[in-house]
């Protein structure tokens, strides 16, 4: 089955720690990939995506994430992470021809400690 | 703009009640979603709609019924709930065309049955 994999459930950084979470999909096609934050108590709100062109893509709150086709990887980074990036991160994939239907990966919550 | 609300917030049902979670949007999006989350599950779609009269199933619809007779509307309808749909419901919605795929969320319904 097509899937959305984060194999990272929880991880713990101390500030100014460079964050990277891995996020793998399983669709053989073309696709639009996503990642969304989850801030304790709120809704989601998207971080970043990638339609096409370049495979290195900014989000807000410095974050980027790189497109590698080849390994079908759309990771998550940012240099330094602060106490206030405490969430949970989630990666979301739309294959192209699945109209506007999100597969969502299972969620890394990420923890920064002061 | 109030964007993509949900009401109630927060809800406890016995088995065997009915109910429905409302979903609203202002943003005349065509597209609107149902997901529930679920930890280490992400979220998961239920059901969607991409339009006045017209509904389809996602991933996990069994249990939940839907119909969209406004573009702003889209309320979801538990039939009999059951302590597996213990869950926080989130209602999402997006444009069609080039700004597609980028959902909006709501704040989300938590739900508890007992």
């Known amino acids: 089955a097509q899937s959305v994999s984060q194999h990272n459930h929880h991880v713990i950084l101390s500030e100014a720690a460079s964050l990277e979470l891995g996020c793998n999909y399983s669709?053989?096609?073309?696709?639009?990939l996503f990642w969304y934050v989850q801030y304790p108590g709120q809704h989601l709100q998207l971080l970043l995506k990638?339609?096409?062109?370049?495979?290195l893509v900014k989000g807000i709150k410095g974050f980027e994430a790189e497109f590698i086709k080849s390994k079908f990887s759309f990771n998550l980074r940012k240099p330094s992470v602060q106490w206030s990036d405490t969430a949970e991160y989630f990666c979301?994939?739309?294959?192209?021809?699945?109209?506007?239907?999100?597969?969502f990966g299972g969620g890394t919550r990420l923890m920064v400690k002061p | 703009n109030a964007g993509v609300t949900q009401t109630p917030k927060f809800q406890v049902l016995k088995t065997g009640q009915s109910m429905t979670l409302q979903c609203a949007q202002d943003?005349?999006?065509?597209?609107m979603s149902w997901y529930r989350q679920d930890p280490g599950m992400g979220l998961r779609l239920i059901h969607y709609?991409?339009?006045?009269?017209?509904?389809d199933q996602g991933e996990v619809p069994n249990g939940y019924n839907v119909s969209r007779s406004t573009t702003e509307d889209f309320p979801l309808r538990l039939l009999s709930a059951a302590p597996s749909q213990t869950s926080v419901y989130f209602c999402?919605?997006?444009?069609?065309?080039?700004?597609?795929?980028?959902?909006?969320f709501g704040p989300g319904t938590r739900l508890t049955v007992t």
């Open positions: 999402a919605s997006s444009y069609e065309g080039v700004k597609s795929y980028e959902q909006y």
């Open positions: 669709y053989g096609g073309t696709v639009n």
């Open positions: 990638y339609f096409s062109g370049d495979p």
């Open positions: 979301a994939v739309n294959p192209n021809n699945a109209g506007n239907m999100l597969t």
């Open positions: 943003m005349n999006h065509e597209y």
């Open positions: 709609s991409v339009g006045a009269g017209i509904t």
